[in-house]
């Protein structure tokens, strides 16, 4: 199957509703990441998702709305739901909520929970609304890879398994949707993302700081399980005091270059690390939490592609949405941490 790339557009978006229509999976964007959209209430193209990405059956799919109102035909929504839909919807915020019986156990891998959310960027809803159905979408990468930011990202991962890519340009985040349970009465994220738990203080919202859930549990959200954002790149993040986290990653790249490993090093800052004997990879500014939350994913690809062997990486402020992206980032690092 040839995969086309075509920009968004009147009839780009026709195509793609038409072929969603037709059972077909493809690649849409978000303004989170690009998703692997299909028919929701089509089982076949569901269990497609699954054949495409590689994904285990058990980790279910986020089902993406386009209008706010097509929530009640999914799922059972309280009046505090409501109001949290209220204040951040459409966004990058997915709600877990309990099921209706027309969302099918493919989706859900069994729970009697949904996961919804009714995305910002114009072009995903204008495809979902055209389309005029439920979309499942999980982020459209090979499962374990980085989530794909643009289009090349998705077709890099996925070319000749779908037969269109809708290129929305950069996803304005760049790190996937928070996800917050509300299937009982103490709301939960399960994944942070751009809305914040502070952004969510006045319903009373919890972390759930849980690493890894062991196999045996049956997990709160069962995409927590497995290894993620993994590039071939060994990654070590550094975590202390700035300073010092400088000096002892020159020390440690005299080390690395001596056993010649192709070597990385991710900052988030200016002018610290300028040296021309490793791929020094600037990931947006230090005082900027959304410019390197939007750059991550990126340059986690870009070091395959730069045939790295091993990338270090100074913390980045985990405020705002830097909590989001340092978890993702220790996720790709396996939790390879060096504390200076
Ligand atoms: O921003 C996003 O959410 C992107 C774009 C495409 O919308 N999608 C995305 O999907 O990140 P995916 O499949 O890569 O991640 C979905 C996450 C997984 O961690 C999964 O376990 C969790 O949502 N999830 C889905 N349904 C759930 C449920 N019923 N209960 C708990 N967690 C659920
Ligand atoms: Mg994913």
């Known amino acids: ?27 849409i964007p978000t303004e989170t990441v690009y998703g692997l959209g299909a028919n929701a209430l089509d089982i076949l193209a569901v269990r497609r998702i699954f054949e495409i990405k590689g994904r285990p059956m058990d980790n279910p799919l986020i089902v993406h709305i386009g209008k706010r109102e097509d929530v009640f035909k999914y799922a059972h929504v309280t009046a505090r739901d409501e109001d949290i839909m209220d204040a951040f919807w459409p966004g990058p915020l997915t709600l877990v909520l309990k099921k209706k019986d027309v969302i099918p156990a493919e989706i859900t891998a069994g729970l009697d929970t949904v996961a919804i959310r009714m995305p910002e960027n114009p072009t995903a809803r204008a495809i979902i609304n055209e389309a005029g159905l439920a979309v499942a979408a999980p982020s459209a ?26 290129d929305g340009g950069a996803a304005e985040v760049g790190l996937e949707s928070t996800v917050l349970d509300l299937s009982s009465d103490k709301p939960v994220i399960l994944r942070p993302g751009k809305v914040t738990a502070s952004d969510l203080a006045r319903w009373g919202v919890v972390e759930n700081d849980a690493k890894y859930v062991s196999e045996k549990e049956a997990p709160k959200s069962p995409g927590m399980k497995y290894k993620h954002y993994a590039p071939n790149a060994q990654i070590v993040v550094y975590k202390g005091e700035r300073e010092k986290i400088i000096a002892e990653i020159n020390q440690d790249i005299e080390e690395y270059l001596f056993n010649s490993s192709r070597l990385g090093v991710i900052i988030d800052g200016e002018g610290e690390l300028d040296r021309s004997d490793v791929h020094i990879y600037k990931i947006g500014s230090l005082e900027d939490e959304e410019s390197v939350a939007k750059n991550l994913f990126a340059v986690l690809r870009q070091l395959d592609e730069d045939g790295i062997d091993v990338a270090l990486v100074p913390e980045f402020r985990a405020q705002g949405i830097g909590k989001a992206t340092m978890n993702r980032l220790l996720k790709a690092a396996n939790y390879n941490i060096k504390e200076v």
Do not use: F, Y
Request: net charge positive.
């Open 141 to 166: 990468n090979i499962s374990g890879k980085p989530s794909p930011t643009r289009a090349e990202h998705v077709k890099a991962d996925l070319d000749g398994k779908i037969a269109l890519i809708v």
């Open 1 to 27: 199957m040839k995969t086309n790339i075509k920009k968004a557009n009147q009839n780009s978006i026709k195509e793609a509703a038409a072929l969603l229509n037709a059972g077909e999976v493809i690649g």
